[in-house]
Nanobody
Framework: QVQLVESGGGLVQPGGSLRLSCAASGSIFSLDAMGWYRQAPGKERELVAS???????IYTDSVKGRFTIARDNAKDTVYLQMNSLKPEDTAVYYCNTVPYRANWGQGTLVTVSS
């Protein structure tokens, strides 16, 4: 059974940085496009960044130039480097395939506040 475990969230001031990690188990990883999704309070979950098996990336407009997605296929891990964080980035962040097909993990909470 596929498992996704996200980590790296926390409380950060506006303008700060965080690096999220997602460890994937099973056969989900090496051939799948992977993505980071987020769900803010009262809002639907949205895809913010994705990366194909060969490293092509796509970002939603609100995070372009600030977030960077990367993957390490040898470690079955996908990362999200988040810089210049804004209060509107506050959300629970999840990873999954793109389009999503695995069970959602517990996510990792990112809070951007002074």
């Amino acid at each position: 059974q596929v498992q996704l475990v996200e980590s790296g969230g926390g409380l950060v001031q506006p303008g700060g940085s965080l690096r999220l990690s997602c460890a994937a188990s099973g056969s989900i990883f090496s051939l799948d496009a992977m993505g980071w999704y987020r769900q803010a309070p009262g809002k639907e979950r949205e895809l913010v960044a994705s990366i194909t098996s060969i490293g092509s990336t796509i970002y939603t407009d609100s995070v372009k130039g600030r977030f960077t997605i990367a993957r390490d296929n040898a470690k079955d891990t996908v990362y999200l480097q988040m810089n210049s964080l804004k209060p509107e980035d506050t959300a629970v962040y999840y990873c999954n395939t793109v389009p999503y097909r695995a069970n959602w993990g517990q996510g990792t909470l990112v809070t951007v506040s002074s």
